[in-house]
């Protein structure tokens, strides 16, 4: 027998059975382009600053250290995205997220990445407490 006539892995196999959940192609589409946009250091850190709360433009270039000008142009792509929204009140714009699921994905890709290396090993590559 070669390997090209061995079964398939059956669900026992596995040590975590895998999810059959159909994702639309539109919705992976959407995800990356998601990404991308939250994918530049700069654009990452206003996320997490309107994951506080909402900010007026002024107080969102004083808070991540940038021109207005820079920071209208990442913005203008993160709201283009649907990441961010935006509300006008007088002269003044506020900036939020558009919903909570932007703030937990940037929360949880920030924890990931403060983690220590060894907090995840090879053959625990889900680990479901924190290691001290």
């Known amino acids: 027998m070669n ?18 959940t159909v994702i639309a192609d539109a919705a992976f589409a959407r995800a990356a382009a998601l990404f991308r946009a939250a994918g530049d250091e700069p654009r990452l850190r206003l996320i997490e600053q309107l994951g506080r709360g909402e900010l007026c433009v002024t107080e969102l270039a004083e808070a991540v250290g940038t021109k207005l000008s820079t920071l209208s142009q990442q913005l203008k792509l993160l709201r283009g995205e649907r990441i961010v929204k935006h509300r006008r009140d007088g002269k003044h714009i506020f900036y939020s997220l558009a919903d909570n699921h932007v703030r937990e994905l940037v929360r949880a890709a920030l924890e990931h990445a403060s ?12 680990p479901t407490e924190k290691r001290s």
């Open 3 to 20: 390997k090209r006539d061995e079964p398939a892995c059956g669900p026992h196999a596995h040590s975590v059975p895998p999810e059959r």
């Open 115 to 126: 983690e220590p290396e060894h907090a995840h090993t090879p053959h625990d590559p889900y």
